[in-house]
Each structure stands twice: as structure tokens, then as C-alpha cells.
């Protein structure tokens, strides 16, 4: 019944786009690529750091997945506890859901 529905408001009885729209990141993948031109292989703190020089913040789960989704590679950096990897983290302000990005105006992207 519901395709009877779409038909007579849309003309077909296609359903619309379902799932994920994508990541607020995915603008920037051009961005992404300039950086790591610069550096064959940065840290994800200095991903991080250059996305929030543009105003973009987000979680760092949404960096690694962002990344990996273009194909583009970081260094990690050893030796870091878990307990100092949330104690930095929160040090640096850092969100910690994909639903606290936001842009340099505070809008969520």
C-alpha cells in the first residue's frame, strides 16, 4: 500500500535514498589528499589538528573511518595507554560521537 501512496505523490513508486547520507567529511577529501601530499604519512593528531584549523571537529572515530573510506593511511603513534588516550582526548576538547560534528559556526555538518 505504501508504493500506492509514493505514486500518487511522487509519480513512481520508487522508494527513496535509505541508510547513511555519507560523513560531513566527505567535502573535504580533496582537502585530506592536499595534506597528506605534504606528508606521505602523517599522525592522526596532525589530521585532527588540521581539520580543526578549517573549524571542523568531530569525533576521532569519524577521522579513522573517514580515511580509511578514501583510502588514505596515518601513522599511529605506539606506546600510548588507553587511559592517556582519553585523558588527551579530553584535554583537547574533543566530541566522542559522529553527531557532535561541527563546523566552524557551530552548525552540525
Same mark, same amino acid.
Given at each position: 500500500?505504501?508504493?500506492?501512496?509514493?505514486?500518487?505523490?511522487?509519480?513512481?513508486?520508487?522508494?527513496?535514498?535509505?541508510?547513511?547520507?555519507?560523513?560531513?567529511?566527505?567535502?573535504?577529501?580533496?582537502?585530506?589528499?592536499?595534506?597528506?601530499?605534504?606528508?606521505?604519512?602523517?599522525?592522526? =593528531?596532525?589530521?585532527?589538528? #588540521?581539520?580543526?584549523?578549517?573549524?571542523?571537529?568531530? +569525533? /576521532?572515530? &569519524?577521522?579513522?573511518?573517514?580515511? %580509511?573510506?578514501?583510502?588514505?593511511?596515518?601513522?599511529?603513534?605506539?606506546?600510548?595507554?588507553?587511559?592517556? =588516550?582519553?585523558?588527551?582526548? #579530553?584535554?583537547?576538547?574533543?566530541?566522542?560521537?559522529? +553527531? /557532535?560534528? &561541527?563546523?566552524?559556526?557551530?552548525? %552540525?555538518?
Amino acid at each position: 500500500m505504501k508504493w500506492i501512496r509514493r505514486w500518487k505523490r511522487k509519480g513512481s513508486y520508487k522508494s527513496g535514498k535509505g541508510g547513511s547520507q555519507g560523513s560531513p567529511l566527505d567535502k573535504y577529501e580533496d582537502f585530506a589528499r592536499k595534506l597528506r601530499g605534504q606528508d606521505p604519512k602523517p599522525t592522526l =593528531a596532525e589530521v585532527v589538528a #588540521a581539520f580543526r584549523a578549517l573549524g571542523i571537529v568531530c +569525533a /576521532e572515530k &569519524t577521522y579513522i573511518a573517514f580515511l %580509511k573510506r578514501v583510502g588514505l593511511t596515518y601513522r599511529s603513534v605506539r606506546g600510548e595507554s588507553i587511559r592517556a =588516550a582519553h585523558r588527551r582526548k #579530553a584535554e583537547a576538547g574533543m566530541p566522542w560521537s559522529n +553527531a /557532535e560534528c &561541527t563546523s566552524k559556526r557551530g552548525k %552540525k555538518s
